[in-house]
């Protein structure tokens, strides 16, 4: 029974402009959809029709052959040229009249089954580069709205993760390394002062740093290069956080753990490290120089900062910037009459090494 007929006969009743009801069973469908549901389901010829479709439909069992004849058929059909005018105005259609209630699974979840024996049929199934490629291209500089991007973020909202999901996201991140997007011109443009304190290399589209503790040239994990990068260009970053090649030298290195954060506080000047931490840096450099002065040759005495303390605050604790010399090379080569105390103290003094 078409459309017309039903409604003459009062059969159907009209909700809205989209979408109506059945008066025999009380569903809801779309203007579309409510004249075939009445065929299959409330009259003989559509029910006895259904059947026999079930029947053939079971017996062919979804076969290779059948799939194959199928898709002859509907290229044949989308070649001509009345299905290719209407084809759109029909799609467009079904989109306005499938949008909320008047979508079949509208407020309807799958069941567990289901789920299982779908997430069964797509195991070991891989999309083929051509079908990639199309969907890149579709999504290219492409971008969300902000209404969308807002619901998103309310959508989690409150919410946390369980442990199951933390572990399955520390496991996918093991192994990982540096971002290939990330280029050794996009650093020192965006991130000069990490480029300036760490020097990093480019080698086929990879990131190469040196290890802290044993100087080691090597890639580093993304989420290491992530944070070191945080921790040099903001104001509340941690200079402890460094790069290491392995957990190995994270544990021999004795400036792992070490926050110089509160060197920076510009109103605690005078206590820049403490004795401990100060104690730790000189054997250090001592160890380095294998306790000989670096001018002459002498025993050392003295660990000198190459770069002042009060200037440059993040190098306090570094031993890679520090120089173990006598009590005369001390004075006469690492503090100059340019780069004396009283003048650091002042910072007048426009040179940073001594």
């Not at 090597?218 to 260009?233: S, Y």
Request: charged share 35%.
């Amino acid at each position: 029974m078409k459309f017309n007929e039903l409604v003459k006969k009062d059969l159907i009743k009209k909700i809205d402009d989209l979408h109506y009801l059945c008066r025999v069973c009380k569903k809801e469908y779309t203007k579309i959809g409510i004249s075939n549901h009445y065929y299959y389901n409330h009259e003989k010829e559509g029910i006895e029709k259904r059947k026999k479709l079930s029947i053939t439909a079971k017996r062919n069992n979804n076969k290779p052959e059948m799939k194959k004849k199928i898709s002859k058929e509907t290229k044949k059909a989308f070649k001509k040229e009345s299905v290719k005018k209407n084809f759109s105005k029909y799609v467009n259609k079904m989109k306005n009249e499938r949008k909320g209630k008047g979508n079949p699974m509208y407020g309807k979840t799958h069941t567990y089954k289901w789920k299982r024996n779908h997430s069964k049929q797509m195991t070991g199934f891989k999309m083929p580069e051509d079908a990639k490629e199309k969907i890149r291209q579709v999504n290219l500089n492409k971008k969300h709205k902000p209404e969308s991007i807002k619901k998103m973020r309310n959508a989690k909202l409150g919410k946390k993760a369980s442990l199951k999901t933390k572990e399955k996201m520390s496991l996918s991140q093991i192994g990982r390394k540096a971002v290939n997007k990330l280029t050794v011109k996009i650093i020192k443009e965006k991130y000069p002062f990490f480029y300036k304190i760490e020097q990093p290399i480019q080698k086929d589209n990879k990131i190469l740093v040196r290890c802290k503790n044993c100087n080691k040239i090597f890639v580093p994990d993304h989420n290491a290069l992530k944070n070191r990068i945080w921790a040099l260009e903001k104001d509340d970053g941690n200079d402890g956080v460094y790069l290491y090649c392995s957990t190995k030298c994270k544990n021999e290195c004795p400036l792992f753990g070490l926050n110089p954060v509160c060197y920076i506080d510009k109103t605690n000047l005078e206590t820049i490290y403490t004795e401990n931490e100060l104690g730790i840096w000189r054997t250090e450099v001592f160890k380095r120089a294998n306790y000989l002065c670096e001018y002459c040759g002498k025993p050392a005495e003295h660990a000198h900062h190459i770069k002042p303390k009060k200037l440059e605050p993040f190098f306090a604790l570094d031993p890679d910037y520090g120089v173990a010399c006598c009590a005369k090379c001390h004075y006469k080569y690492g503090h100059k009459n340019e780069c004396k105390t009283t003048k650091i103290a002042s910072k007048n003094c426009t040179e940073v090494g001594g």
